[in-house]
Structures are given as C-alpha cells and as structure tokens.
C-alpha cells in the first residue's frame, strides 16, 4: 500500500514514497518537496506549471521611493493585491494590500509621506516559472501569505496569488487541456 497523508493546502491526498517524508517538516520535508517525490493525487491544476497560472498582465512595479499613497491608489485602479518593489529591474520587496492596513494605517503612518522601502516586505520568497503551481501554494501556504513575485533570470516576469487556486477559468483551462492531451494521445 502506499502511504498517503491529506494536503493541508489542496485537501486532497498526498502520495509519498514514505511517510518518513511527512513526519519531521525539517530537512526530509524540504528534500521531499524539492526532489518531487509527491504527488497530489486526481489535481492536474496542482501540477500544472506556475507560468500557466501566473498574471502576467496585472504585475504592477513601482521603486522603493514610492510614495504608499500613490501605490494603493495604483492598486486600487488596476484591481490587484500587491505591488513589486523593483530597484534597477531587480526585485527588492513586494507591498501588499495587507500591507497598507498593518504596517501604515494601523501604526498611524501617513500614507501622503510614507515611501513604500520603509513599509515593504524585503527580499521576498520568489518562485520559478517551471515550478509547479502546488509548490507555489505550499509556500504561501506555509509562509504566511497570499501573493508570490514569479522570476526567471533575476527578473519578476509574473504573480501567482493564492485566489489562482480558487479561479474558475484556471479549472476549465485545466480541463480543456487533458482534454486536448487525451484527444492527442489517441492519435
């Protein structure tokens, strides 16, 4: 029998090659991550690469000294959740709609004088495009949030956000594909 644990992200069930993998979420966990030796059982949108789900189009990016005031307004105009923080085409933070309530209006900072480095998150987790959109989710997941700046060659080329997950074109997209893939394979 194979051993099996359920996914606290997807909910579905996680198939190992042991459960010794899934015991200590230390070095065995990373190592069971990176080297793919899991799989999530009847959830092709979870092994689907991140470039397949990312938005490319809604990427917004802004420098350092960017006033919040000006961001949360580009935000709000462009409808999205996070803004890259870019400093000479290199990601150097990511602010985000949570962001603005924590960390500027909760702590009583103007958002008219404030600059986007002093409330930013720094150097955050980014994830390649080849990645599949599980392991995208998994970081979020464990981490603490719901966006992550997609980067190919040290340059943010995409966002993947955790709502990818519950997008009802990413489902269809999803299925049209093996569909067109089993079409395929029967010549």
């Not at 030796?37 to 789900?53: L, N, T, Y």
């Not at 979020?140 to 992550?148: A, N």
């Not at 049209?176 to 079409?183: N, T």
Request: proline share 5%; charged share 25%; with cysteine.
């Amino acid at each position: 029998m194979v051993p099996a644990v359920r996914c606290a992200v997807s909910r579905e069930i996680l198939v190992t090659e042991s459960n010794s993998a899934w015991q200590d979420r230390g070095d065995d966990w990373a190592e069971a991550r990176s080297a793919s030796k899991c799989r999530i059982a009847g959830s092709a949108m979870f092994e689907q690469p991140v470039r397949s789900v990312m938005q490319r189009r809604k990427v917004l990016k802004a420098p350092p000294g960017t006033l919040v005031s000006k961001a949360a307004k580009l935000m709000a105009k462009k409808n999205v959740g996070a803004i890259m923080v870019v400093e000479d085409a290199c990601l150097v933070g990511i602010f985000t709609e949570r962001d603005v309530v924590f960390r500027v209006v909760a702590q009583g900072l103007d958002a008219q004088t404030t600059r986007l480095a002093d409330v930013m998150t720094p150097a955050p987790d980014t994830v390649h495009p080849d990645k599949p959109f599980g392991y995208a989710l998994l970081i979020m997941h464990e981490r603490g949030f719901r966006h992550l700046p997609v980067i190919q060659d040290g340059k943010v080329i995409g966002i993947v956000s955790a709502r990818s997950a519950m997008d009802p074109e990413l489902e269809e997209f999803v299925a049209e594909a093996q569909r067109r893939k089993h079409y395929r394979e029967l010549g």
